[in-house]
C-alpha cells in the first residue's frame, strides 16, 4: 500500500522553464512534508519542507504548494538548471522520525 | 560538521549468508533511521532508533534487525540474505526531537547478493 505516490518516474524540461513535480499521499494523519534531492551513489539531500499548517513554502527557486483538501503537493523549480537533473523524492510524516517516500521522479533539465 | 558516515560503501555476499552494515550520525544528533532503496519501490523505511530503543519499525522480516550504541551510532543486521536483499541502504540522522526535523543521509551502503 504506498501510502506517497509520485504517479511521474520520469519529467523532461528545458533550462530556463519551470519545473513542476507532483506528489500524492492517502494518509490523513501526516503533517509534515519534504522534498528531497538525489544523485546518483549520493545519498538523498534535504531540499524544502512544509507543515500542514501552511500551504506554501518558499526557499529560493524551490517553491511546496500543498493542498490538504486533495493530499496533494507539488514542488515547483523556477528557473531550472542542468544542475537541477536529479531524482526528486517527495516524503511525508506523522509527526514522528519516520519518513515515508515516494518512488521519485527523474528530473531532466536540457540547455 | 561531519555529515553522516555509513560503512562500508559497497558489500558483496552470498545467498544465505548475513551482514552488518554500520552507520555513524551527525555529532548532536539522537535518532537514526535505516531505509532500503530498490529500483521502483522508492526508499522503504526500515526501523529508526533513538536513544539506543528502537522508536519506529517498517515493514520488514525479522531477518532485518538493528541496534543504536550510548554514542548514537547504530549498525544493521540482516541475516540469511536473499537475491532480492540487493539494494542500496542508506542510514540518517536527525536531533529526534517531538516535532519531526529533518533527517540528513549517508552516501548508502550498496549491497549486492549473489
Known amino acids: 500500500d504506498q501510502q506517497v505516490k509520485q504517479n511521474s518516474p520520469s519529467l523532461s524540461v528545458q533550462e530556463g522553464r519551470i519545473s513542476i513535480l507532483n506528489c500524492d499521499y492517502t494518509?490523513?494523519?501526516?503533517?509534515?512534508f519534504l522534498w528531497y534531492k538525489k544523485y546518483p551513489a549520493e545519498g538523498p539531500t534535504f531540499l524544502i519542507s512544509i507543515s500542514s499548517i501552511k500551504d506554501k513554502n518558499e526557499d529560493g527557486r524551490f517553491t511546496v504548494f500543498l493542498n490538504k483538501s486533495a493530499k496533494h503537493l507539488s514542488l515547483h523549480i523556477v528557473p531550472s538548471q542542468p544542475g537541477d537533473s536529479a531524482v526528486y523524492f517527495c516524503?511525508?510524516?506523522?509527526?514522528?522520525?519516520?519518513?515515508?517516500f515516494g518512488t521519485g521522479t527523474r528530473l531532466q533539465v536540457f540547455p | 560538521k561531519a555529515g553522516v558516515t555509513q560503512t562500508p560503501r559497497y558489500l558483496i555476499k552470498t545467498r544465505g549468508q548475513q551482514v552488518t552494515l554500520s552507520c555513524s550520525p551527525i555529532?548532536?544528533?539522537?535518532?537514526v533511521s535505516w531505509y532500503q532503496q530498490t529500483p521502483g519501490q522508492g526508499l522503504q523505511f526500515l526501523f529508526e532508533?533513538?536513544?539506543?530503543?528502537?522508536?519506529n519499525k517498517g515493514n520488514f522480516p525479522g531477518r532485518f534487525s538493528g541496534r543504536q550504541f550510548s554514542n548514537s551510532r547504530s549498525e544493521m543486521n540482516v541475516s540469511t540474505l536473499e537475491l532480492g536483499d540487493s539494494a542500496l541502504y542508506l542510514c540518517?540522522?536527525?536531533?529526534?526531537?517531538?516535532?519531526?526535523?529533518?533527517?540528513?543521509f549517508g552516501q548508502g551502503t550498496r549491497l549486492t547478493v549473489v
Open positions: 532508533y533513538f536513544s539506543e530503543t528502537q522508536r
Open positions: 516524503a511525508a510524516s506523522d509527526n514522528t522520525d519516520k519518513l515515508i
Open positions: 555529532s548532536g544528533h539522537r535518532s
Open positions: 540518517a540522522s536527525s536531533l529526534g526531537k517531538g516535532s519531526y526535523t529533518e533527517a540528513f
Open positions: 494518509n490523513s494523519m501526516f503533517d509534515y
